[in-house]
């Protein structure tokens, strides 16, 4: 008998194949019934919950804007998002803005409580995030800031700064540095580690200038100018509300000037 005889032998009335069936037997074993609807919403909500939790932890951060002192480019009140994966492997540069922890004692009663709702969306990442500062980086590990020359202007290293293109124009400040009562003081070296950083609106921020030790201080400690790089949670990357407002943010062409040095 040849191969083709044995294969088309007929089977009995009634019979299968041994393959035939029990291939179906294990289709029919293992098919499952879909899950009912209040399951499947349940699961979908956490796993958008997961999601918006690595997100906030990796990714981008919402934060608000809550003072003037941001002023021309952020307005109080404006929505932003913040991005982290540039300090992934790095570390923040002159000229990019920023948002960081409070070094001690810099926001005093600047923060807003939250409701119960929004407290809940915050930790998750769906609502902007307060409790932190927005500043500018003027000056890097090493850097050694001094205000100002004689136009006013910020110099970094020896070199003056034309921070016309982002520092408000306020006609109440002579210079782009003023701390109380003077335009004539100097910083730095930064130490290893650590940021000076500014407000663009120069006369309305409490920020790095601001928390120089005085002449005639007898109590001020040295070194509290400066924002540990461990307290940044990342760089601006756009505001996001209002949507008239809505822009990418990118580093001024100014620093570039000092990578050049």
Known sequence: MTSEDRDSTPLRDGAESRSSASGEGRSSRTKKAPLPLWQETILLAVVALVLAVVVKTFLVQAFYIPSESMEPGLVKDDRILVQKPSYWAGEPQRGDVVVFKDPGGWLGGATRPPGLLQGVMTRIGLYPEGGHLVKRVIGVEGDVIECCDDDGNLMVNGVSLDESDYVKDDPATTCNGPMPGTCDWKAGPVPD????????????????????????????????????????????????WPFDRMRLDRRPDVFETLEDE
């Open 193 to 240: 580690g650590h940021l000076f950083v500014m407000g663009d609106n120069r006369g309305r921020s409490a920020d790095s200038s601001q928390h120089l030790c005085r002449p005639d201080e007898t109590d001020c400690v040295e070194g509290n100018e400066f924002v540990g790089v461990d307290l940044v949670v990342g760089r601006l990357f756009t505001v996001i």
